[in-house]
């Protein structure tokens, strides 16, 4: 079963395919068909060129030129939709270069058009990122990766060796509230709740042991 993305895959391709060939360079049939259509409407050639050169002069200055462009500018010509324009004279065919300019003016909406639909079809198309790293680019992720690691562990190990793992919570150490030296500077004089709480310490955990009746006040002063 064809997918969404490759139906419309199959379509912008389709519509790229006649954009690129009405933008295909006129040929020089397409310059006569050109000329002889706007001769018909009774437009008059430029006098400066001579006539045996006509076809020759406006293929060369036509070249890479889109047919689309010609064609259009052609019907505006004929039309007199150019009224506005300082460089075109109504009721005579513009000079080589004029109608080169005008024919591609006219096909600039198709370019645009082209564009727009080849960068719709890269975007379907695009590949995972991953897929478009270099070998190179990996390399060098892996290899911050891997340094990343080994300062982690290293941090980490020498953290282990400061604090070893369970030294906070081992119970065989006594405390001794007597022995704790606690100097003036020790606790900031501003904060006397911290000074209460280093001068209390045995009567508050004494306290706590009120409150739980699962540790006897022997077994707390024990400790």
Not at 142 to 166: I, T
């Amino acid at each position: 079963m064809i997918s969404p993305a490759q139906a419309r895959l199959s379509t912008l391709g389709r519509e790229i395919t006649a954009l690129t060939e009405r933008l295909a360079s006129v040929s020089e049939a397409a310059v006569l068909r050109s000329l002889d259509a706007m001769q018909t409407a009774g437009m008059t050639m430029p006098p400066t060129i001579e006539p045996r050169k006509i076809v020759a002069v406006y293929h060369y200055a036509l070249s890479g030129v889109p047919a689309f462009g010609l064609s259009a500018a052609t019907q505006k010509l004929i039309r007199g939709d150019y009224a506005a324009n300082p460089n075109v004279l109504l009721g005579t065919i513009p000079k080589p270069p004029v109608l080169a300019a005008l024919a591609r003016a006219e096909a600039q909406s198709l370019r645009a058009d082209l564009a727009r639909k080849r960068e719709m079809v890269a975007a379907l198309t695009q590949r995972p990122a991953d897929d478009r790293r270099s070998a190179a680019s990996r390399s060098r992720v892996r290899a911050l990766l891997q340094s990343f690691r080994q300062a982690h562990a290293a941090v980490k190990a020498g953290w282990e060796g400061a604090f070893p793992r369970g030294c906070a919570e081992d119970a065989s150490v006594p405390i001794e509230w007597g022995a704790v030296d606690i100097g003036p500077g020790d606790t900031a004089p501003q904060n006397p709740a911290a000074r209460g709480a280093f001068r209390d310490g045995p009567a508050a955990g004494a306290e706590l042991a009120d409150l739980n009746p699962s540790v006897s006040r022997e077994t707390f002063h024990a400790a």
